[in-house]
């Protein structure tokens, strides 16, 4: 299976809650509660995405997190790569040399073109599709 991290993937619900309240400098408390996650995972993922520049952090009473750009700046892929490093299915795919087999591997080029494609979609998800609010389909309607 392939699949981002359990930190990737909290991040980006912390990302989200820091979009929907784009004016103001949020306390790790209150991104903690607004996504549900304890308060210790809530503050290494701001901590994480401020060092990667996704999020502006303020110090004092009044202190807290907000985005450093405005949510339509910023890709999923950012996001992943804020926590998980470079995005990619095989180690040579992200440049890691030390495969045995790089050097005459056959399959190598299928494998850079799928991860070519993954990062090229996580790249055209903003920040702001991730916030928006789900689709509600009323009960007993057929969705489009």
């Known amino acids: 299976m392939i699949r ?3 930190l990737a993937d909290y991040a980006s619900a912390v990302m989200a809650c820091l979009a929907r309240h784009p004016e103001e400098v949020l ?6 509660g607004e996504t549900r996650l ?17 999020v ?14 405005s949510a339509r700046d910023i890709s999923l892929a950012e996001i992943v790569e804020a926590l998980d490093g470079p995005i990619g299915l095989t180690a040579c ?11 005459y591997c056959s399959v190598s080029h299928g494998w850079q073109g799928v991860g070519a494609a993954i ?15 789900p689709v509600r389909v009323a009960h007993g309607a057929r969705a489009a």
Do not use: H, N, W
């Open 4 to 6: 981002v991290s359990r």
């Open 27 to 32: 306390p790790a408390g209150a991104v903690a």
């Open 38 to 54: 304890e308060l210790p995972t809530a503050s290494k993922l701001l901590k994480r995405l401020a060092r990667a520049g996704l």
């Open 56 to 69: 502006e952090s303020f110090r004092g009473a009044a202190g807290g997190y907000r985005l450093a750009r």
């Open 93 to 103: 795919r992200i440049g890691r040399s030390g495969c045995e087999r790089q050097s």
């Open 119 to 133: 990062d090229y979609a996580l790249r055209g998800v903003s920040l702001a599709d991730m916030a928006r609010p």
